[in-house]
């Protein structure tokens, strides 16, 4: 009676792992094999899409704007802008108002303006971060100035 639960068990395990049901995993392809015919598919591998930051102009008229830090001021090759990079929220719960750039002899001050949209009201907004670049011109080339952010104190 053991013997033949156990033959009876190793049966079924040397069936269920045989050649005629295998399956075989390789990069991006699937193949199933059945004793009645074959199936393939492949399966493309999984890629997360690679987004820079989301160019944004300012658009004003925003309820209560606040000063905004940013990331990273590039200036162009000719030194007559600046790219600036941020982190922000989800538009219209979070848009640009507007950019201020104050130019002296030593520095040029840049300061970022944010708040929500007139069209965010009565409005669910979700806390979810985004990149932001805006450029901004300025009234001479930066040449040697130093680039500060107007929202730090």
């Known amino acids: 009676m053991i013997a033949s639960s156990i033959l ?3 049966l079924l395990l040397a069936v269920g792992c045989g050649a005629a049901g295998h399956s075989t995993a ?3 392809t699937a193949t199933v094999d059945s004793p009645s015919r074959p199936v393939s ?15 944004t102009k300012p658009q004003g008229h925003t309820d209560n704007p606040r000063k905004v830090r ?26 640009l108002d507007r950019v201020t750039v104050r130019e002296t ?14 069209k965010a009201k009565n409005m669910a907004c979700i ?8 450029t901004v011109k300025l009234k001479a080339p930066l040449g040697t100035r130093k680039i500060v952010d107007g929202a730090k104190p």
């Open 8 to 10: 009876t068990g190793s």
């Open 26 to 28: 390789t990069t991006g």
């Open 41 to 55: 598919h492949t399966v493309a591998p999984r890629e997360e899409p690679t987004q820079g930051p989301k160019p």
């Open 70 to 95: 940013w990331l990273t001021a590039k200036p162009s090759k000719d030194g007559r802008s600046l790219r600036i990079t941020w982190w922000s929220g989800v538009e219209p719960c979070t848009v």
């Open 105 to 118: 002899s030593r520095r040029v001050t840049v300061t970022l303006w944010e708040g929500p949209s007139a």
């Open 127 to 134: 806390a979810i971060a985004i990149q932001k670049v805006t």
